[in-house]
């Protein structure tokens, strides 16, 4: 179902980000991330001249490289575009993610590692979406890695979003041990 019609208005802005997920022939999996802010006029920056409209203010790229069990192997980011000319220098500081696991605890993570000045606020928002992302591509492995080695307890996706709720209709069909409604 679509979003209601929208009241009259102007476009001003656009953000457009893409994530995609590969299988590496070495095992490895890589997630990239592109994202490029535009505007709908053109206007002048301090530090690089005029920004025509539709020219990208920020085009920044990730390739976040884990392994099977969702630690961190490479994070590479490059800024090909930003406001200022500071704004590439911040890329290698992404490396300081490898070894992390992607899972509880790598929202922490980002911020311990890449907060205030250390990093980039549009590098790091687009780690997080990459986080989901990352579990999407790698569901094929994971899903059976669980079957291969069930754990006892309750599955770990209970709870976490409105499809997973424990009274609802897709516990009670994949989990009905864990089902909680009437």
Not at 87 to 108: D, K
Request: with cysteine; net charge neutral.
């Amino acid at each position: 179902m679509p979003l209601s019609e929208p009241a009259p208005r102007e476009k001003m802005h656009c953000r457009d980000i893409r994530i995609e997920g590969y299988r590496r022939d070495d095992g490895l999996w890589d997630i990239e991330a592109h994202m490029t802010d535009t505007k709908t006029y053109g206007f002048d920056n301090a530090f690089r001249g005029r920004i025509e409209a539709g020219e990208p203010l920020h085009d920044m790229h990730l390739r976040l490289t884990l392994d099977e069990s969702l630690v961190v192997r490479g994070l590479e980011a490059a800024t090909d575009a930003g406001p200022y000319q500071a704004c590439p220098a911040v890329a290698p500081n992404y490396a300081r993610m490898v070894g992390v696991t992607l899972g509880p605890g790598w929202s922490r993570a980002i911020k311990e590692r890449l907060g205030g000045v250390e990093g980039c606020t549009h590098l790091r928002e687009m780690l997080g979406a990459m986080a989901t992302v990352a579990f999407q591509t790698l569901y094929p492995v994971l899903a059976k890695k669980a079957a291969d080695k069930p754990r006892p307890g309750k599955p770990p996706l209970i709870n976490t979003c409105h499809a997973y709720r424990a009274d609802g209709p897709v516990v009670k069909a994949q989990w009905p041990g864990f089902y909680e409604g009437a």
